[in-house]
């Protein structure tokens, strides 16, 4: 099971930019490469996914271009630059890789992730106020 752990998080008014950032214990390029977000109160959803060597990556609806999701194998580091940040957008971060490899490009994008075991990182906080 990999290792994640997540770091970039803090304040930022709205507006304001942050890059998140999940190191890996080892390569997981091969895996559903995912960023979830929580807030206290309501359930864990899924920001955006990326699947290695896939050039379309996938994001929630509230994102609307906004965010970038993208992995430097060679860290191995996944990020989540998030541009003009909205007070909804508060709340825990979280990296996540699924452990089964090689998923396909549906299983991985459209699948429900909350039936396949994922790995966890211990979250990083973001916070924007109005």
């Known amino acids: 099971q990999v290792h994640l752990a997540e770091s970039g998080g803090g304040s930022v008014q709205a507006g304001g930019t942050l890059r998140l950032s999940c190191r890996a214990s080892?390569?997981?390029?091969?895996?559903?490469m995912h960023w979830f977000r929580q807030v206290p109160g309501k359930e864990r959803e899924r920001v955006a996914t990326?699947?290695?060597?896939?050039?379309?990556?996938w994001y929630a609806d509230f994102v609307m271009d906004r965010f970038t999701i993208s992995y430097v194998d060679t860290a191995p580091t996944l990020y989540l630059q998030m541009n003009d940040l909205k007070p909804e957008d508060s709340g825990m971060y979280y990296c996540?890789?699924?452990?089964?490899?090689?998923?396909?490009?549906?299983?991985?994008?459209?699948?429900?992730?909350?039936?396949?075991?994922?790995?966890w990182g211990q979250g990083t906080q973001v916070t924007v106020s109005s």
């Open positions: 996540a890789a699924d452990d089964t490899p090689a998923l396909s490009r549906y299983q991985c994008y459209q699948g429900n992730w909350s039936l396949r075991r994922l790995s």
């Open positions: 080892e390569s997981i390029s091969r895996h559903c």
């Open positions: 990326k699947l290695s060597g896939i050039i379309s990556t």
